[in-house]
């Protein structure tokens, strides 16, 4: 019997249509005859509602339903056909389940846009004992929209190849949905970067953190850009990405303080700010100062270590107390925790009088009773007075300690300006024998040294009157001479009496410059024991065809006749007939050692022959013989042999005088020689500075073919010497042209086409330009360097030397408007290392300026290049001294540049000598050495006798090629020692 309602089963057919007459059922409200149980499966929904809650546009959510027969029989479970929403999708129906069974159905929300969404989920079976049931489906669209903690990011300054972090913070506040970001790689991911990237899903009501990283790799500004998509339906939104790369992050404001001129004694300051540059604290770690003590700088309100927060300012003050003359210069570098230092640079000019009095003590020498002898304190202004509004004056001079024997002109004077000077004359009369000591007192308005004292000394004697003669007679007599080519000669004394002959220092009271001493160096006054000898020499130098006189004036020990003269005469001539060499010079020699003849030679360059019809010599050990007559060709020369046969300890001088049909006076040339004693020998020298920066300036125009031929023929003998120096050395090549010359048909290799202006050649980097010990093959390389080519017209030294050593080169790897990349000097320029400039040149400095600048100036300038440390410059120069034929002119500011630097010259018109004149030159500039010269040949080599300082050394060898005693790498006596060698002579 079938229970109420069981018709509508009945009326469904057979048992195999149930499912679909069930759902008829239901679509006709069957389903809600729940009180009808008939026999068949039952279905119970889990859970009966589902709520998705906020969903983000664009994202979905699945939700489980469990369906589950609690009936006997198994049953058909589906949907209602008609279910079919944009929102809500259904998977897993239809499903059969068995008796006890269940099945999850996967219900996907995916809104289709904003708001709520509703809608029944009406399960249906075909089972007579369920009716189905509803699940209510709702949800929630929201945009998920993450909000972004910025628009834009600057990393600020950061140091180049270091990492710096910024966060960017990601939050999901909208609703209470899950959203989903995309974080995109930045624009530039060279050096930015993002980390995490790509999608990231972010729960409701939660944060990530995007980490920014900046890391340039070079100096400069960087930008770029991150594009994040901050929602599902969203479109990328640009985060702005910024930096810059730089080598430090302390700014020191202002960068460069200049004092200007200040008094010396005097005291300035001036104020200065550091500033973090950076997002971060760097800490000040410590302050170095490096150049002229007399420019400091400090924080103010305390010493580092100093902590300043991102862009945190402080103070400083840098103070100039003038306590040396001329521009100096300073460097502050703040040490940084983060990053290169702050550099603050420091320049000041010390300017006013100093007083230099010379010699620092006066030693007056011996003088006989009743006798006045006389020597000079010479005060010189070397201040530095660019405005000349502070004359050096003297306030006070006077004799300290005078025991009656003393005398100088006192009270005030004035010296003048920089560089003039006035000779302080002491005089000391004894009156009773033995040493006397007194004090010169000088006081003047310089700042520093406003009380100078000179310690003077003498001794009183009780000689017999002195008698010298002059030898080989008086006056002294040149001859005549080429312009512009010097020749030493001069007199000898021979003391005539019978007790000591006290002879002063010698004078030149007139016919200076072109009577000067060799050199420049004035020989010292001796006591000559009776019968003794000494000679006296002087160069002679024309600078114009005319005649020439002058005089020489020393004390001696006669009370009737306290002083001699030695007049000098000369004449300049442009003869086409003369001798050469202008001094034929034997050097030292050994007493009783055979001494090889030298040669001068009798040179025609007339259009004529000429005939010699005689030869001799002055000065007693000289002798010269020919056959004379001889007639000499033009564009010939005769040989002229000349012998040397000193007959006791002694210097000597005479000249070799060579008369010919030309003119009744004679042609000669001067003759030196020295002779020392066969007993022994004791050389000694005095180390100086081990690191040298040279820099070599070759001539490269059309005319130095020759020359230059003779330089690479002879580079051996500046390598050699630059091996035997064993110095730490940079060395450099330049040229003598300041612009480049493409217009001729010759072109000079390098890159710069002739017109280096200081660049080191060459300046295309084709092979090194800066020579150190450590560069690869440095030998060929500097030789090659050598090859400057044949180009150039206008050829200059100090232009090309100041623009070397001077900004903007100096101090910089590239030359500014140049199209090379590497040109520049920096590097080059050690402050604890010498300068050593070479000149190679057929033309004079600037031969083609109309108005080139004084010397002067540029000697000024170069000064500073080593803060004022005119010691550290070394100058020579193989230049025209004379008029060649393979030279432009004769050097004359070459010479003004040996005379203010204290340079050795050769001449380059003795191209045969080449190799001479190369190593000539060279021996002022290598310093320090690992070797020292002998000056005579050791007759026992194991028997040197060497000190360093006094004390005995053994770590040396003697080099029999060379004649020196070397010292090895580990041994080398420091700057300032002072070595000695004693052995016995042999002959040469």
Not at 94 to 105: E, I, Q, R, Y
Not at 133 to 151: F, I, P
Not at 896 to 924: K, M, V, Y
Request: with cysteine.
């Amino acid at each position: 019997m079938h229970a109420p309602g069981s018709g509508v089963s009945r009326g469904c057919g057979m048992r195999q249509r149930a499912l679909a007459c069930v759902l008829v059922a239901a679509a006709c409200g069957g389903a809600s005859q729940s009180n009808v149980r008939p026999l068949g499966g039952i279905l119970t929904v889990a859970p009966a509602t589902l709520d998705f809650g906020d969903v983000a546009l664009g994202r979905e959510q699945t939700h489980r339903v469990v369906l589950r027969n609690t009936g006997l029989v198994s049953m058909t479970v589906g949907q209602l056909a008609q279910f079919a929403d944009p929102a809500f999708e259904v998977k897993g129906l239809p499903a059969t389940l068995g008796p006890g069974s269940a099945v999850d159905v996967a219900v996907r929300y995916r809104p289709p846009g904003l708001g709520t969404h509703e809608r029944m989920l009406q399960i249906v079976t075909d089972s007579p004992a369920s009716n189905g049931a509803d699940v209510d489906l709702r949800g929630h669209a929201v945009r998920g929209l993450a909000t972004l903690s910025g628009d834009s990011f600057d990393f600020g300054p950061v140091v180049v190849n270091e990492t710096a972090t910024q966060d960017l913070l990601v939050t999901n506040g909208d609703g209470r949905a899950e959203t989903a970001i995309t974080v995109a790689p930045p624009l530039d991911n060279g050096v930015f970067s993002v980390d995490p990237g790509g999608e990231q899903i972010l729960p409701s009501q939660q944060s990530i953190v995007v980490r920014l990283q900046f890391r340039p790799d070079r100096l400069g500004s960087f930008s770029s850009a991150i594009p994040i998509t901050p929602c599902p339906t969203c479109s990328p939104r640009s985060i702005t990405l910024t930096g810059k790369g730089v080598d430090k992050l302390l700014l020191v404001q202002p960068e460069t303080l200049d004092f200007g001129e200040l008094r010396l004694a005097a005291e300035a300051t001036q104020p200065f700010t550091v500033t973090n540059t950076s997002k971060g604290p760097v800490a000040i770690e410590a302050i170095a100062l490096a150049g002229s003590a007399d420019l400091t700088a400090a924080l103010d309100g305390g010493q580092p270590p100093r902590t300043l927060a991102p862009g945190e300012t402080i103070g400083g003050t840098a103070r100039f107390h003038a306590q040396n003359l001329g521009a100096q210069q300073a460097q502050a570098s703040l040490r940084a925790s983060d990053g290169g230092p702050g550099i603050l640079s420091l320049t000041g000019t010390g300017i006013g009088p100093v007083l230099q009095a010379l010699p620092k003590s006066l030693f007056v020498g011996a003088t006989a009773l009743g006798t006045t002898r006389t020597a000079p304190v010479t005060v010189t202004n070397v201040g530095v007075d660019p405005k000349n509004v502070v004359p050096l004056v003297l306030t006070g001079v006077w004799i300290d300690g005078n025991d009656g024997t003393w005398a100088v002109q006192g009270g005030a004077m004035t010296v003048g300006p920089p560089g003039a000077n006035i000779d302080l004359r002491v005089s000391f009369t004894p009156i009773t024998t033995g040493v006397s000591h007194a004090a010169l007192v000088i006081e003047s308005n310089d700042g520093l040294h406003p009380h100078v004292e000179v310690p003077l000394a003498a001794i009183g004697r009780d000689l017999l009157p002195c008698k010298l003669a002059v030898l080989p007679g008086n006056p002294v007599d040149f001859g005549a001479q080429r312009v512009f080519v010097p020749i030493v000669e001069g007199y000898e004394l021979v003391n005539q009496t019978a007790d000591d002959c006290i002879v002063g220092e010698p004078e030149i009271v007139s016919g200076a410059p072109e009577f000067r001493w060799p050199g420049g160096i004035v020989p010292s006054g001796r006591t000559l024991p009776p019968g003794k000898r000494m000679s006296v020499r002087l160069e002679f130098m024309a600078s114009q065809a005319r005649t020439y006189s002058g005089a020489v004036r020393f004390y001696v020990s006669n009370r009737s006749a306290p002083t001699i003269t030695v007049n000098l005469a000369a004449s300049a001539d442009a003869s086409c007939f003369f001798v050469t060499p202008p001094t034929v010079g034997f050097g030292a020699t050994i007493l009783g050692c055979g001494i090889a003849d030298h040669f001068a030679y009798a040179v025609n360059h007339c259009t004529f022959p000429v005939t010699i019809t005689q030869v001799d010599t002055t000065g007693a050990p000289f002798s010269a013989s020919a056959p004379v007559p001889i007639k000499v060709q033009p564009g010939t020369h005769a040989d002229i042999p000349v012998s040397y046969r000193p007959p006791s300890v002694g210097d000597d001088v005479g000249a070799v005088r060579v008369w010919t049909d030309m003119r009744k006076e004679p042609f000669q040339s001067g003759i030196t020689g020295g002779a020392q004693s066969a007993e022994t020998i004791v050389d000694q020298w005095d180390q100086s500075t081990p690191k040298i920066d040279m820099l070599i300036v070759i001539d490269n125009s059309g005319s130095m073919s020759e020359e230059q031929k003779a330089l690479a023929q002879n580079l051996d003998r500046l390598w050699n010497r630059i091996a035997i120096a064993n110095a730490d050395y940079h060395i450099a090549v330049t040229t003598t042209g300041m612009y480049p010359y493409t217009s001729g048909f010759e072109h000079c290799p390098g890159g710069a086409e002739g017109g280096e202006a200081g660049r080191f050649f060459p300046v295309n980097n084709e092979r090194p330009r800066l020579l150190t010990p450590q560069t690869p093959d440095v030998r060929n390389v500097l030789f090659a360097n050598t090859n400057v080519g044949l180009c150039s017209y206008d050829e200059r030294f100090l232009d090309p030397v100041l623009a070397a050593l001077t900004d903007p080169l100096i101090s910089s790897t590239k030359a500014p408007g140049t199209p090379w990349p590497n040109d520049g000097n920096a590097g080059f320029l050690r402050d604890d290392a010498r300068l050593a400039l070479l000149a190679v040149s057929d033309a004079d400095d600037a031969n083609d300026v109309v108005s080139p600048a004084p010397v002067s100036d540029y000697v000024r300038r170069l000064v500073q290049v080593k803060k004022g440390a005119l010691d550290l410059i070394s100058f020579a120069g193989i230049v025209p001294l004379q008029s060649c034929k393979t030279a432009e002119g004769i050097g004359a500011r070459y010479m003004e540049i040996a005379r203010q630097l204290d340079g050795h010259l050769e001449d380059i018109c003795d191209l045969g000598n080449f190799g001479t004149l190369l190593e000539n030159s060279l021996g002022n500039l290598l310093l320090p050495l690992t070797s020292f010269p002998l000056s005579a040949l050791p007759k026992d080599p194991q028997s040197i006798a060497v000190t360093v300082n006094g004390a005995p050394a053994t770590q040396w060898t003697y080099d029999a090629g060379s004649n020196r005693i070397v010292f090895p790498a580990s041994a080398v006596p420091p700057p300032g020692a002072h070595i000695t060698a004693r052995y016995e002579p042999a002959c040469l």
